[in-house]
């Protein structure tokens, strides 16, 4: 009886199947802006990205800001609209690495110093424990000098530590997109795949 019910449950989920187009888009939708706003920033600021990225050791560092701020915001874009989404999502995923080896690898794995939310590949824990106490310290300035409730009210105070949590959370969803696709119905691929190559699953 249990197998039974169990099985009932497992065709319900099958029978969602048609529903699978929504976690592609769901994605394309969460990492587009992202993209978007991170390459036009770069493009908008060549002189300064390049200066940074010359301070990192990067070769021919004006020329890496073109292809790293056009990828991400023309790649942008392109998730928008569903348009060469599997082609561009290789680029994006290069981008990411890029950025997770040269901007952020020192600081280990996570963006922000919370120990209860320490992941346990995280290398850096002495940054988590240096980052935490400056945090604590800065709280205790605030609340001793400042208007605390004020400066709290958008959110906490902590310490960015910049870890590559983020490049490389974008990198999986991005190597997600590549495996799936754009996704049905509300992608330019689906309904190119439908007019040009109709025999393909």
């Known amino acids: 009886m249990m197998i039974g019910l169990l099985n ?3 065709d319900l989920m099958d029978g969602l199947r048609n529903l699978d187009f929504l976690a592609p ?3 394309r939708i969460y990492l587009a802006p992202i993209f ?17 990225f010359a ?8 020329l890496m800001v073109y292809l790293a701020g056009g990828t991400e ?9 569903g348009v060469a989404v599997r082609w561009i999502a290789i680029p994006l995923m290069f981008t ?5 080896g040269t901007a952020h690898w020192e600081n280990g794995w996570h963006v922000a110093p919370e120990t209860e939310l320490t992941a346990p590949w995280e290398w850096r ?12 310290r800065a709280r205790s300035i605030l609340r001793r000098h400042g208007n605390y409730s004020y400066l709290t ?15 490389a959370t974008y990198f999986v969803m991005l190597l997600a997109l590549w495996a799936m696709g754009a996704g049905k119905f509300l992608s330019v691929d689906y309904w190119l795949k439908r007019r040009f190559r109709p025999d393909q699953p």
């Open 8 to 10: 009932k449950f497992q």
């Open 25 to 27: 888009t769901a994605l």
């Open 96 to 100: 990411m690495v890029v950025a997770a």
């Open 153 to 167: 009210e958008a959110g906490s105070i902590t310490v960015n530590k910049n870890g590559i949590e983020w490049a």
């Open 55 to 62: 301070s990192m050791g990067l070769p021919a560092p004006e």
């Open 125 to 136: 824990t002495d940054l988590i424990e240096a980052g935490v106490e400056r945090r604590d």
């Open 73 to 81: 915001f023309f790649g942008g874009i392109a998730l928008i609209l």
């Open 36 to 52: 978007i706003l991170a390459g036009s920033n770069k493009l908008s600021n060549v002189e300064g990205v390049a200066g940074w």
